[in-house]
């Protein structure tokens, strides 16, 4: 699996986990009330995680935006134009650009 496909087949995943629970809760033995509660706690717990998710993601984009920016900068003080050349190119195609 490639590194572009890992997020977005790790949201399917998380999302087909999320329909199969609720799926098979609705057909669980128990009472309605006791079902919806537990429906309602298991989708905060799903929020809250891809609340988090997409923290990192973020996250780990800013940190990679700020490298490159860093490394740019720097090939622009040296004077470095096949350098700025080659880190520009790596910037867009790790999606950075």
Do not use: C
Not at 12 to 24: D, E, N, T, W
Not at 35 to 44: C, F, N, S
Request: no cysteine; proline share 1%.
């Amino acid at each position: 699996m490639s590194k572009e496909n890992w997020g977005s087949n790790l949201v399917f995943f998380l999302a087909g986990a999320a329909i199969g629970a609720s799926v098979a809760l609705l057909y669980a033995p128990q009472d309605g009330e006791s079902t919806r509660r537990l429906i309602g706690e298991k989708a905060g717990d799903y929020k809250d995680r891809a609340v988090e998710f997409k923290s990192n993601v973020a996250d780990s984009a800013r940190d990679r935006w700020s490298q490159t920016s860093d490394k740019i900068q720097d090939l622009l003080h040296r004077g470095d134009n096949d350098g700025l050349l080659a880190a520009s190119e790596h910037a867009s195609s790790n999606g950075a650009g």
